[in-house]
T-cell receptor
Protein backbone atom coordinates (compact mmCIF):
# COMPACT_ATOMS: atom_id res chain seq x y z
CA UNK A 1 0.00 0.00 0.00
CA UNK A 2 1.49 3.32 -1.08
CA UNK A 3 1.16 6.24 1.28
CA UNK A 4 0.55 9.87 0.48
CA UNK A 5 3.29 11.42 -1.61
CA UNK A 6 3.95 15.07 -2.39
CA UNK A 7 6.19 16.86 -4.83
CA UNK A 8 8.38 18.74 -4.85
CA UNK A 9 9.95 18.45 -1.42
CA UNK A 10 11.28 21.99 -1.39
CA UNK A 11 10.61 25.00 -3.56
CA UNK A 12 11.91 28.55 -3.67
CA UNK A 13 9.88 31.16 -5.51
CA UNK A 14 9.93 34.92 -5.89
CA UNK A 15 7.11 37.19 -4.74
CA UNK A 16 4.50 37.55 -7.47
CA UNK A 17 5.23 34.20 -9.11
CA UNK A 18 2.88 31.25 -9.34
CA UNK A 19 3.44 27.76 -7.93
CA UNK A 20 1.87 24.32 -8.32
CA UNK A 21 2.20 21.64 -5.67
CA UNK A 22 1.23 18.04 -6.28
CA UNK A 23 -0.16 15.26 -4.14
CA UNK A 24 -0.86 11.59 -4.75
CA UNK A 25 -3.41 10.16 -2.39
CA UNK A 26 -3.15 6.84 -0.61
CA UNK A 27 -4.44 3.88 -2.56
CA UNK A 28 -8.23 3.62 -2.30
CA UNK A 29 -8.74 7.14 -0.92
CA UNK A 30 -11.04 9.52 -2.79
CA UNK A 31 -10.70 12.65 -0.65
CA UNK A 32 -7.78 15.04 -0.50
CA UNK A 33 -7.36 17.95 1.91
CA UNK A 34 -4.71 20.64 1.79
CA UNK A 35 -3.27 22.44 4.82
CA UNK A 36 -0.82 25.28 5.28
CA UNK A 37 1.53 25.09 8.24
CA UNK A 38 3.46 28.25 9.01
CA UNK A 39 6.58 27.95 11.11
CA UNK A 40 5.73 27.23 14.73
CA UNK A 41 2.00 26.93 14.05
CA UNK A 42 -0.56 24.20 13.67
CA UNK A 43 -1.79 23.33 10.17
CA UNK A 44 -4.56 25.51 8.74
CA UNK A 45 -7.19 24.04 6.42
CA UNK A 46 -7.08 25.41 2.88
CA UNK A 47 -9.64 23.25 1.06
CA UNK A 48 -10.78 19.72 0.45
CA UNK A 49 -11.64 17.79 -2.72
CA UNK A 50 -14.00 14.85 -2.81
CA UNK A 51 -14.46 12.96 -6.06
CA UNK A 52 -13.05 15.86 -8.08
CA UNK A 53 -15.31 18.51 -6.52
CA UNK A 54 -14.37 21.11 -3.91
CA UNK A 55 -15.94 20.05 -0.63
CA UNK A 56 -15.16 22.87 1.73
CA UNK A 57 -12.77 25.78 1.88
CA UNK A 58 -10.98 27.53 4.70
CA UNK A 59 -10.21 31.21 5.09
CA UNK A 60 -7.81 31.54 2.17
CA UNK A 61 -8.05 34.01 -0.73
CA UNK A 62 -9.07 32.94 -4.25
CA UNK A 63 -5.47 32.97 -5.44
CA UNK A 64 -5.28 29.60 -3.67
CA UNK A 65 -6.95 27.11 -5.99
CA UNK A 66 -6.95 23.40 -6.51
CA UNK A 67 -7.82 20.45 -8.66
CA UNK A 68 -8.49 16.80 -8.15
CA UNK A 69 -8.03 14.35 -10.99
CA UNK A 70 -9.94 11.14 -11.82
CA UNK A 71 -7.20 9.09 -10.11
CA UNK A 72 -7.82 11.26 -7.00
CA UNK A 73 -4.42 12.90 -7.09
CA UNK A 74 -4.54 16.63 -6.52
CA UNK A 75 -2.84 19.94 -7.20
CA UNK A 76 -2.64 23.11 -5.16
CA UNK A 77 -2.01 26.28 -7.13
CA UNK A 78 -1.04 29.59 -5.61
CA UNK A 79 -0.95 32.73 -7.74
CA UNK A 80 0.71 36.06 -7.02
CA UNK A 81 2.87 34.64 -4.26
CA UNK A 82 3.37 36.73 -1.14
CA UNK A 83 6.09 36.47 1.48
CA UNK A 84 3.53 35.18 4.00
CA UNK A 85 2.85 32.20 1.77
CA UNK A 86 6.15 30.73 2.92
CA UNK A 87 5.13 27.59 4.80
CA UNK A 88 4.97 23.81 4.80
CA UNK A 89 2.07 22.69 2.62
CA UNK A 90 0.58 19.40 3.69
CA UNK A 91 -1.69 17.14 1.73
CA UNK A 92 -3.86 14.57 3.48
CA UNK A 93 -5.96 11.84 1.96
CA UNK A 94 -8.91 10.01 3.44
CA UNK A 95 -11.59 7.56 2.49
CA UNK A 96 -14.83 9.40 1.96
CA UNK A 97 -16.13 12.75 3.11
CA UNK A 98 -19.23 14.09 4.74
CA UNK A 99 -19.98 13.26 8.34
CA UNK A 100 -17.83 10.20 8.85
CA UNK A 101 -14.70 10.79 10.95
CA UNK A 102 -12.48 9.31 8.31
CA UNK A 103 -8.88 9.43 9.35
CA UNK A 104 -6.70 11.72 7.34
CA UNK A 105 -3.28 10.45 6.32
CA UNK A 106 -0.68 13.09 5.70
CA UNK A 107 2.11 13.31 3.20
CA UNK A 108 5.59 14.62 4.07
CA UNK A 109 4.76 18.11 2.85
CA UNK A 110 6.25 20.64 0.46
CA UNK A 111 8.35 23.40 1.98
CA UNK A 112 7.69 26.61 0.04
CA UNK A 113 9.94 29.62 0.53
CA UNK A 114 8.94 32.93 -1.06
CA UNK A 115 11.67 35.56 -1.34
CA UNK B 1 -17.56 26.57 15.61
CA UNK B 2 -15.00 24.07 16.69
CA UNK B 3 -11.67 25.02 18.21
CA UNK B 4 -8.77 23.43 20.06
CA UNK B 5 -6.47 24.81 22.73
CA UNK B 6 -3.24 23.09 23.67
CA UNK B 7 -1.91 24.19 27.04
CA UNK B 8 1.84 24.58 27.00
CA UNK B 9 3.79 25.15 23.82
CA UNK B 10 6.73 23.23 25.22
CA UNK B 11 6.88 20.31 27.65
CA UNK B 12 10.10 18.75 28.91
CA UNK B 13 10.27 15.39 30.71
CA UNK B 14 12.99 12.97 31.71
CA UNK B 15 13.30 9.62 30.02
CA UNK B 16 11.05 7.16 31.83
CA UNK B 17 8.80 9.86 33.27
CA UNK B 18 5.09 10.33 32.63
CA UNK B 19 4.14 12.33 29.56
CA UNK B 20 1.04 14.53 29.81
CA UNK B 21 0.07 16.82 26.95
CA UNK B 22 -3.07 18.87 27.45
CA UNK B 23 -5.81 19.57 24.96
CA UNK B 24 -9.16 21.31 25.45
CA UNK B 25 -11.74 21.57 22.72
CA UNK B 26 -14.81 23.55 21.88
CA UNK B 27 -17.45 21.99 19.68
CA UNK B 28 -21.11 22.62 18.96
CA UNK B 29 -21.61 18.98 17.96
CA UNK B 30 -20.32 15.72 19.47
CA UNK B 31 -16.65 15.99 18.64
CA UNK B 32 -14.32 13.70 16.81
CA UNK B 33 -10.86 14.26 18.27
CA UNK B 34 -7.41 13.31 17.10
CA UNK B 35 -3.80 13.46 18.22
CA UNK B 36 -1.08 13.69 15.60
CA UNK B 37 2.71 13.66 15.98
CA UNK B 38 5.15 15.48 13.73
CA UNK B 39 8.84 14.68 13.67
CA UNK B 40 11.24 17.32 12.30
CA UNK B 41 10.87 17.93 8.59
CA UNK B 42 8.11 15.35 8.27
CA UNK B 43 4.36 15.24 7.83
CA UNK B 44 1.85 14.36 10.52
CA UNK B 45 1.29 10.83 11.78
CA UNK B 46 -1.96 9.83 13.45
CA UNK B 47 -1.44 8.66 17.05
CA UNK B 48 -5.04 8.01 18.03
CA UNK B 49 -8.62 9.14 17.54
CA UNK B 50 -11.86 9.48 19.52
CA UNK B 51 -15.08 8.98 17.61
CA UNK B 52 -17.74 8.64 20.34
CA UNK B 53 -16.99 5.06 21.30
CA UNK B 54 -14.86 4.25 24.37
CA UNK B 55 -13.71 7.34 26.24
CA UNK B 56 -10.24 5.92 26.87
CA UNK B 57 -8.50 5.60 23.54
CA UNK B 58 -5.29 3.69 23.00
CA UNK B 59 -2.98 4.62 20.19
CA UNK B 60 0.37 3.74 18.76
CA UNK B 61 3.73 3.87 20.54
CA UNK B 62 2.14 3.43 23.97
CA UNK B 63 0.13 6.66 23.92
CA UNK B 64 -3.42 6.95 25.12
CA UNK B 65 -5.96 9.73 25.62
CA UNK B 66 -9.11 10.11 27.67
CA UNK B 67 -12.16 11.99 26.44
CA UNK B 68 -13.81 13.93 29.28
CA UNK B 69 -16.96 15.67 28.13
CA UNK B 70 -17.51 17.49 31.44
CA UNK B 71 -14.06 19.06 31.18
CA UNK B 72 -14.06 19.36 27.35
CA UNK B 73 -10.64 17.78 27.44
CA UNK B 74 -8.73 15.15 25.50
CA UNK B 75 -5.33 14.96 27.16
CA UNK B 76 -2.60 12.70 25.77
CA UNK B 77 -0.55 10.53 28.12
CA UNK B 78 2.22 7.98 28.05
CA UNK B 79 3.40 6.24 31.24
CA UNK B 80 7.09 6.24 30.40
CA UNK B 81 8.77 8.63 27.99
CA UNK B 82 11.35 7.44 25.52
CA UNK B 83 13.94 9.55 23.75
CA UNK B 84 12.24 8.76 20.44
CA UNK B 85 9.05 10.49 21.66
CA UNK B 86 10.67 13.90 21.23
CA UNK B 87 8.55 15.63 18.58
CA UNK B 88 5.73 18.13 18.04
CA UNK B 89 2.27 16.96 19.03
CA UNK B 90 -0.97 18.36 17.67
CA UNK B 91 -4.48 17.92 18.95
CA UNK B 92 -7.24 18.33 16.36
CA UNK B 93 -11.02 18.34 16.20
CA UNK B 94 -12.93 17.35 13.11
CA UNK B 95 -15.42 19.85 11.71
CA UNK B 96 -17.56 17.10 10.32
CA UNK B 97 -20.74 19.09 10.18
CA UNK B 98 -20.32 21.10 7.04
CA UNK B 99 -16.94 20.67 5.45
CA UNK B 100 -16.30 17.02 5.00
CA UNK B 101 -14.37 16.56 8.17
CA UNK B 102 -11.74 19.25 7.91
CA UNK B 103 -9.36 19.15 10.83
CA UNK B 104 -8.94 22.13 13.14
CA UNK B 105 -5.58 21.96 14.87
CA UNK B 106 -4.21 23.39 18.05
CA UNK B 107 -0.96 25.33 18.08
CA UNK B 108 1.04 22.28 18.99
CA UNK B 109 3.15 21.18 21.94
CA UNK B 110 6.82 20.44 21.53
CA UNK B 111 7.90 17.52 23.70
CA UNK B 112 11.52 17.28 24.77
CA UNK B 113 12.86 14.16 26.50
CA UNK B 114 15.97 14.47 28.64
CA UNK B 115 18.26 11.49 29.19
Amino acid sequence: ETGVTQSPTHLIKTRGQQVTLRCSSQSGHNTVSWYQQALGQGPQFIFQYYREEENGRGNFPPRFSGLQFPNYSSELNVNALELDDSALYLCASSLGAGTQPYEQYFGPGTRLTVT
Amino acid sequence: AQSVTQLGSHVSVSEGALVLLRCNYSSSVPPYLFWYVQYPNQGLQLLLKYTSAATLVKGINGFEAEFKKSETSFHLTKPSAHMSDAAEYFCAVSDHGNQGGKLIFGQGTELSVKP
